[in-house]
């Protein structure tokens, strides 16, 4: 059995605790930092704490199958995924595809193919991109700030270029007032041309979205300065 030479980081989305107890255990066995996922109602905190490499994803899960999550994932995230199922039919296999999974195996399986699977779509995915997840995640909210997608609790809005940058900005100086003169300048080259108004206007459309998400409140407003988060 080949030893990876990077510690590639696998998450495990398995209900079934036996299953995933040998699992995780081979994995390690074979080189890799690997845990499983306990909470199936939210995966995204886990998800978002362990930062993998690479997801193992049943399809039948409580609350959400794997379709579902692997949509969810793919929102935010490139990272590689294998479907492993005991769901075998072809239409299985080409929702699984169209969801965005990269590989499927069907259960029961070898822990030799899985690894011999793991191990080729990682070297296919990493050996050109090494690159980190360009995601920011603060008190339950997830942010892509590539795709411009954010998340809260299994829910998605897509924000538009102003908002995202406006977004990105306060989450990178979360904590901190952000002046609007600064916000401004980060959205348009030349701000002295640009109407006060406009970016109220992008302010309350972002606020709105977050609303609708369930973080109301989540951008303050610090008088005569600008904004908080």
Known sequence: MERVKLLF???????????????????????????AVTDFSDIFPEFMTFKPDLVLLDII????????????????????I????????DMDIIIATN???DDYLVKPFSIDILLAKLA?????????????????SHQGLIFNIGSGVVSVNAKSAKLTK????????????RG????????????????????????????????????DLGLESYIETIKNLGYKI
């Open 9 to 35: 980081k696998i998450l495990l989305i398995e209900d079934d605790k036996k299953i995933a107890d040998i699992v995780v255990e081979n994995l390690i066995k074979a080189g890799y930092d690997s845990t």
């Open 61 to 80: 899960l409580p609350f959400y199958d794997g379709y579902y999550w692997c949509g969810q994932i793919r929102l935010l995230s490139k990272v590689p």
């Open 82 to 89: 294998i479907f492993i199922s005991s769901k075998s039919t």
């Open 99 to 101: 969801m965005g999974g």
């Open 120 to 136: 080729g779509l990682l070297r296919r995915t990493y050996s050109y991109d090494n690159s980190e997840m360009d995601i920011i």
């Open 162 to 173: 102003n908002e995202a940058q406006i977004l990105g900005l306060l989450l990178k100086n």
């Open 176 to 211: 901190n007032t952000v002046s609007r003169e600064r916000i401004m300048r980060s959205l348009w080259k030349d701000a002295s041309f640009i109407d006060d108004n406009t970016l109220t206007v992008n302010i309350t459309r972002l606020r709105k979205k977050l609303k």
